[in-house]
């Protein structure tokens, strides 16, 4: 590996479910299954626009039953 390799894998809408955050991630790692773990500085995980479901937003089990 030579150089700084950076990648991304946004998720292309809100949701408040860990399993999508942790299929994510699981994505991202399989890129570098091939690469030894001395040659990898660092791993992380970027969330953004957290927000708080407010008591009047449906859920979408709501919203469809």
Do not use: H, W
Request: charged letters at 25%; aromatic letters at 8%; one cysteine or more.
């Amino acid at each position: 590996m030579t150089g700084v390799q950076t990648c991304a894998l946004p998720i292309s809408c809100y949701c408040n479910d860990e399993i999508n955050v942790r299929d994510a991630i699981k994505k991202l790692l399989l890129e570098y299954k091939d690469v030894k773990p001395s040659e990898i500085r660092l791993i992380g995980v970027k969330i953004s626009n957290i927000r708080k479901i407010t008591s009047e937003q449906k859920t979408l089990t709501q919203f469809f039953f």
